[in-house]
């Protein structure tokens, strides 16, 4: 009898997964390049020499992470990360990438690697970086990004 009833359920469960996958949502992914994800960091760049925390936070996905430099508070919401960058911004950096590693996959990309930024004063702060980015049908947004100070002097 446990075999007539066991086939049965191998039948539904086999039909319930191939029906699931026949209509089971696919993500298209968006196409992108080294150079096209390389190129985000420099509209991240741009918006800090506006001087305008606002502009740089439009860089961000509403959801997401920074883990900054000189600031020991994650910061997860648009006004955390305004008021981070209020005061960074003072100090006029420029960034200027050392060494970047770019991973890409579905609909994500990371860039990873040392920057350097130049304030005004003419201090350069070395720094290790990673910049995930996450497209959200219309362009690619910073789902996180984790900066620190090279622990190691030059």
């Known amino acids: 009898m446990n075999s ?10 086999v039909l319930g ?3 699931h996958g ?3 949502k696919t993500e298209a992914c968006h196409p992108a390049t080294e150079k096209q994800i390389a190129s985000l960091f420099d509209r991240w760049n741009d918006s800090l020499k506006t001087g305008d925390p606002a502009k740089v936070v439009a860089n961000y996905a509403r959801r997401s992470i920074l883990l900054p430099t000189v600031s020991n508070k994650p910061r997860l919401s648009v006004e ?13 950096p420029v960034g200027t990438i050392d060494f970047r590693f770019v991973m890409i996959e579905c609909n994500t990309a990371i860039d990873a ?3 350097s930024f130049k304030y005004a004063d003419g201090t350069v702060v070395k ?3 990673t ?5 959200n049908g219309h362009t690619w947004l910073i789902t996180s ?10």
């Open 22 to 24: 026949a209509y089971a």
């Open 4 to 13: 007539r009833l066991s086939r049965p359920c191998a039948v539904a469960i």
């Open 127 to 129: 720094a290790r970086y």
């Open 80 to 92: 955390e990360k305004e008021d981070y960058f209020k005061h960074f911004l003072e100090h006029k």
């Open 145 to 154: 990004h984790h900066s620190s100070k090279m622990p190691e002097g030059d």
């Open 113 to 115: 690697g040392l920057y």
């Open 17 to 19: 997964v191939a029906f």
């Open 131 to 135: 910049f995930t980015y996450g497209w």
